[in-house]
């Protein structure tokens, strides 16, 4: 009898789902083989499943077991005739008493509903082990009415490998049938048998159906892995098959032909300008199979990128990304597709990006002219783009390129670095070289650069101080553009932006004003002597701004400009004076903006109030009468400003009840509970009126302020006993809790 051997069976079932068991001869249990028998037929099923299970570990030794097994199949228990049948397949060929139940098995209209393919599987398995004496009963199983069982069939020939070749011409009829799933056990069977199914395959191959065509090319592709001599047929069969199904199956096995590459790729060529999707798929995939074949393959590939139509180009670009590394000589022909398609498509990025930092020479060759501003934007730009995508790999070659003798080989290197970011930190030694090199262009995104990367404020900031006394603009202006990304980090630069006030170049006042930051209070006197440029003045106010408090004393300058300046202007000065603040001084000629008749100026001013108005007392009467204000925004706006104020009572018990009077109000309530918050609350009666509300944050906010004031809130405990509880969030039950034990000074 000729054997499977295990190695070979095993990733078959176990990938169906199905434990193999050793075919040992000996038991792993002391029950005597005759007494499991005994109790395959105990009424308890945990019995019956062990006796099973037991049998199959006693392999050929178990053979007397055999009728009782086969009464087991019809188990209705899942893991009793699972255990049954692996026990058969133990036993193996003693088990040959079995077959006939074990076909009857594969059957798939017996029932057991989603448990009906472990069966079959099981089964198939079994018949498998029990070898060649079960191939007459599966070759009948084959015509079978029923393709549950024709499909178990095949799949228990496959398993016996040659010794299945009886089983040829009746597994040849299955290749036409129009289950799918039977076809490929078909196929599998075929294969696994091996050479002697090539002839009957072969003759096969001028079939009028698609399907079966299809079929006997998969089979006679498992049989080429395997040395049969059918190649040359299979590779004749490309010049004449038109059906997409029978060419996408082509394509699948010309992996396993063997074929030069004199002759495949032609082939393959053909294969990816088809019009069928899935015939081009098989085709990508055989390519990236057979490694033999991609050199050969890319010049075709390369002469497809020039062709004019877009579809093909964009093919041959995924075919040249998959190919990786080795598709490096196609990068020139990419690079011209990616500028001559405009606007770029990311597939021609992509492609040049998976090649790798291998194709970074020929990269940089494509920029072609020395000067960069000779280089058209979009070639640049899709270059860049390149350099960019590949990522951190490429960092390398890029640090080696910026000492290439090239100008626009060591800007686009330094370009690239800043876009790949903190991945090319290794890089930022050779850019601090390049910070001074004689192109004032490569100096700008040198430095640059290295902030993207996010060097060290240490290394960065004296270069920064360098390039702001540059002697070329462009690089000054690129130096105070990078200025705000260092934050207080800047502080040591204050000198020179402020000396950038004074410069000639417009753009270079405004990057000057734009780079003071908070940490620079002594350039506010600068700042006012250029208020006059409307230009610069929304930028000078936001300066301003970012000062804070230390700039309080330029309030005055700013509201002369605020009766003649426009609406932004004028939201931009309130803006800046909220976060500055002002003398007192100024609070008159500030309360008249209060009573603007545009809702944004109110609404800016009351936000703005509590900075200028040094009465806190005549600040809270002045909101208090906004809360008033027709217009939701100006509401808003004193709401929030009221609880910028602060204070405790009794100054803030009017602000308090005013703010407890909004509360039932939807629109106001986030903003009056905010600026109670702020607001030192420890009025109990009023605290007890808002735990009276319905609002859930509301009351967690009582509950909250009462905990804060303790034993002095003793005269809410009833209230807060007597809540009820099952109609409180966790929440809220929690605030509760921790409100009484505050009190109670627990």
């Given at each position: 009898?000729?054997?499977?051997?295990?190695?070979?069976?095993?990733?078959?079932?176990?990938?169906?789902?199905?434990?193999?068991?050793?075919?040992?001869?000996?038991?792993?249990?002391?029950?005597?083989?005759?007494?499991?028998?005994?109790?395959?037929?105990?009424?308890?099923?945990?019995?019956?499943?062990?006796?099973?299970?037991?049998?199959?570990?006693?392999?050929?030794?178990?053979?007397?077991?055999?009728?009782?097994?086969?009464?087991?199949?019809?188990?209705?228990?899942?893991?009793?005739?699972?255990?049954?049948?692996?026990?058969?397949?133990?036993?193996?060929?003693?088990?040959?008493?079995?077959?006939?139940?074990?076909?009857?098995?594969?059957?798939?209209?017996?029932?057991?509903?989603?448990?009906?393919?472990?069966l079959?599987?099981?089964?198939?398995?079994?018949?498998?082990?029990?070898?060649?004496?079960?191939?007459?009963?599966?070759?009948?199983?084959?015509?079978?009415?029923?393709?549950g069982?024709?499909?178990?069939?095949?799949?228990?020939?496959?398993?016996?490998?040659?010794?299945?070749?009886?089983?040829?011409?009746?597994?040849?009829?299955?290749?036409?049938?129009?289950?799918?799933?039977?076809?490929?056990?078909?196929?599998?069977a075929l294969?696994e048998?091996?050479?002697?199914?090539?002839?009957?395959?072969?003759?096969?191959?001028?079939?009028?159906?698609?399907?079966?065509?299809?079929?006997?090319?998969?089979?006679?592709?498992?049989?080429?892995?395997?040395?049969?001599?059918?190649?040359?047929?299979?590779?004749?069969?490309?010049?004449?098959?038109?059906?997409?199904?029978?060419?996408?199956?082509?394509?699948?096995?010309?992996?396993?032909?063997?074929?030069?590459?004199?002759?495949?790729?032609?082939?393959?060529?053909?294969?990816?300008?088809?019009?069928?999707?899935?015939?081009?798929?098989?085709?990508?995939?055989?390519?990236?199979?057979m490694?033999?074949?991609?050199?050969?393959?890319?010049?075709?590939?390369?002469?497809?990128?020039?062709?004019?139509?877009?579809?093909?180009?964009?093919?041959?670009?995924?075919?040249?990304a998959?190919?990786g590394?080795?598709?490096?000589?196609?990068?020139?022909?990419?690079?011209?597709?990616?500028?001559?398609?405009?606007?770029?498509?990311?597939?021609?990025?992509?492609?040049?990006?998976?090649?790798?930092?291998?194709?970074?020479?020929?990269?940089?060759?494509?920029?072609?002219?020395?000067?960069?501003?000779?280089?058209?934007?979009?070639?640049?730009?899709?270059?860049?783009?390149?350099?960019?995508?590949?990522?951190?790999?490429?960092?390398?070659?890029?640090?080696?390129?910026?000492?290439?003798?090239?100008?626009?080989?060591?800007?686009?290197?330094?370009?690239?670095?800043?876009?790949?970011?903190?991945l090319?930190?290794a890089?930022?030694?050779?850019?601090?070289?390049?910070?001074?090199?004689?192109?004032?262009?490569l100096?700008?995104?040198?430095?640059?650069?290295?902030?993207?990367?996010?060097?060290?404020?240490?290394?960065?900031?004296?270069?920064?101080?360098a390039?702001?006394?540059?002697?070329?603009?462009?690089?000054?202006?690129?130096?105070?553009?990078?200025?705000?990304?260092?934050?207080?980090?800047?502080?040591?630069?204050?000198?020179?932006?402020?000396?950038?006030l004074?410069?000639?170049?417009?753009?270079?006042?405004?990057?000057?004003?734009?780079?003071?930051?908070?940490?620079?209070?002594?350039?506010?006197?600068?700042?006012?002597?250029?208020?006059?440029?409307?230009?610069?003045?929304?930028?000078?106010?936001?300066?301003?701004?970012?000062?804070?408090?230390?700039?309080?004393?330029?309030?005055?300058?700013?509201?002369?400009?605020?009766?003649n300046?426009?609406?932004?202007?004028?939201?931009?000065?309130?803006?800046?004076?909220s976060?500055?603040?002002?003398?007192?001084?100024?609070?008159?000629?500030?309360?008249?903006a209060?009573?603007?008749?545009?809702?944004?100026?109110?609404a800016?001013?009351?936000?703005?109030?509590?900075?200028?108005?040094?009465?806190?007392?005549?600040?809270?009467?002045?909101?208090?009468?906004?809360?008033?204000?027709?217009?939701?925004?100006p509401?808003?706006?004193?709401?929030?400003?009221?609880?910028?104020?602060?204070?405790?009572?009794?100054?803030?018990?009017?602000?308090?009840?005013?703010?407890?009077?909004?509360?039932?109000?939807n629109?106001?309530?986030?903003?009056?509970?905010?600026?109670?918050?702020?607001?030192?609350?420890?009025?109990?009666?009023?605290?007890?009126?808002?735990?009276?509300?319905?609002?859930?944050?509301?009351?967690?906010?009582?509950?909250?302020?009462?905990?804060?004031?303790?034993p002095?809130?003793?005269?809410?405990?009833?209230?807060?006993?007597?809540?009820?509880?099952?109609?409180?969030?966790?929440e809220?039950?929690?605030?509760?809790?921790?409100?009484?034990?505050?009190?109670?000074?627990?």
């Open positions: 009898m000729v054997r499977t051997p295990f190695c070979k069976l095993a990733p078959r079932f176990v990938a169906a789902g199905i434990w193999l068991l050793p075919a040992a001869g000996f038991l792993l249990a002391d029950e005597p083989v005759a007494g499991l028998i005994t109790q395959l037929a105990s009424p308890d099923r945990t019995i019956r499943r062990e006796a099973a299970l037991q049998l199959g570990k006693a392999g050929p030794a178990a053979k007397d077991a055999v009728p009782g097994l086969i009464k087991a199949l019809s188990d209705e228990d899942k893991q009793v005739w699972s255990n049954a049948a692996g026990a058969l397949a133990a036993i193996g060929p003693e088990a040959v008493e079995a077959i006939p139940a074990l076909v009857l098995a594969l059957d798939s209209r017996a029932g057991r509903g989603r448990e009906r393919r472990q079959i599987l099981r089964a198939a398995y079994a018949l498998t082990r029990i070898g060649p004496a079960a191939i007459p009963e599966l070759i009948k199983a084959l015509s079978s009415d029923d393709t069982q024709r499909i178990g069939a095949s799949k228990a020939l496959a398993g016996m490998g040659p010794a299945a070749k009886d089983a040829i011409p009746a597994l040849l009829l299955n290749l036409s049938n129009d289950d799918v799933l039977l076809r490929r056990e078909t196929v599998d294969g048998i091996g050479p002697d199914a090539a002839k009957p395959l072969l003759d096969s191959l001028a079939s009028d159906l698609p399907r079966r065509r299809e079929a006997v090319v998969l089979a006679l592709g498992r049989l080429a892995q395997k040395g049969a001599p059918v190649s040359p047929a299979l590779l004749a069969m490309f010049k004449g098959e038109s059906d997409p199904l029978v060419r996408a199956a082509l394509f699948g096995v010309l992996p396993s032909l063997q074929a030069e590459p004199a002759v495949s790729v032609p082939l393959l060529m053909d294969g990816l300008k088809e019009s069928v999707e899935a015939v081009r798929r098989s085709a990508i995939n055989a390519l990236l199979l490694r033999s074949a991609q050199s050969a393959l890319i010049p075709s590939l390369v002469a497809s990128l020039k062709e004019p139509d877009a579809a093909v180009n964009e093919r041959a670009a995924d075919i040249l998959r190919m590394a080795s598709a490096k000589s196609a990068v020139p022909e990419l690079i011209e597709t990616l500028v001559r398609r405009q606007p770029a498509s990311a597939i021609y990025v992509d492609a040049i990006a998976q090649i790798g930092p291998s194709a970074a020479p020929l990269i940089f060759q494509s920029l072609g002219a020395d000067d960069p501003a000779a280089i058209p934007r979009e070639r640049w730009d899709g270059i860049l783009q390149s350099l960019k995508t590949m990522g951190g790999v490429v960092a390398p070659a890029l640090g080696t390129a910026l000492t290439d003798g090239k100008t626009s080989v060591r800007l686009i290197a330094a370009q690239a670095l800043g876009q790949i970011g903190p090319a930190a890089s930022v030694p050779a850019l601090l070289k390049t910070c001074g090199d004689a192109d004032p262009r100096r700008s995104a040198s430095l640059a650069s290295i902030v993207d990367i996010h060097a060290d404020s240490k290394t960065v900031i004296p270069r920064v101080e390039a702001l006394h540059d002697s070329v603009p462009a690089v000054r202006l690129a130096a105070l553009q990078l200025v705000p990304a260092f934050g207080e980090s800047a502080k040591p630069l204050a000198a020179s932006i402020i000396a950038g004074k410069e000639t170049d417009p753009a270079l006042r405004q990057a000057a004003v734009e780079a003071i930051g908070e940490s620079m209070p002594q350039a506010v006197p600068a700042l006012l002597g250029i208020l006059n440029d409307s230009a610069l003045q929304p930028a000078i106010l936001d300066a301003l701004a970012r000062i804070g408090s230390p700039a309080a004393s330029a309030a005055a300058r700013l509201f002369e400009l605020l009766p300046a426009s609406k932004p202007l004028r939201l931009r000065i309130l803006s800046s004076v976060k500055t603040g002002a003398e007192g001084t100024l609070a008159p000629a500030f309360f008249s209060l009573k603007e008749n545009d809702v944004e100026i109110r800016a001013a009351l936000a703005a109030y509590p900075r200028v108005e040094h009465d806190s007392t005549a600040c809270r009467i002045a909101l208090l009468e906004s809360f008033k204000d027709p217009e939701l925004k509401r808003l706006a004193a709401i929030e400003a009221v609880g910028t104020l602060g204070g405790r009572e009794p100054e803030t018990l009017a602000a308090i009840n005013a703010l407890v009077a909004l509360l039932p109000k629109e106001e309530r986030p903003a009056a509970i905010a600026a109670l918050k702020k607001l030192d609350v420890r009025n109990v009666p009023i605290l007890l009126e808002i735990l009276a509300l319905s609002d859930s944050e509301v009351r967690i906010y009582a509950c909250e302020r009462l905990a804060a004031v303790g002095k809130a003793s005269e809410a405990l009833k209230t807060l006993k007597e809540l009820p509880q099952a109609q409180l969030s966790e809220m039950r929690k605030a509760v809790k921790r409100a009484i034990q505050q009190i109670e000074g627990r």
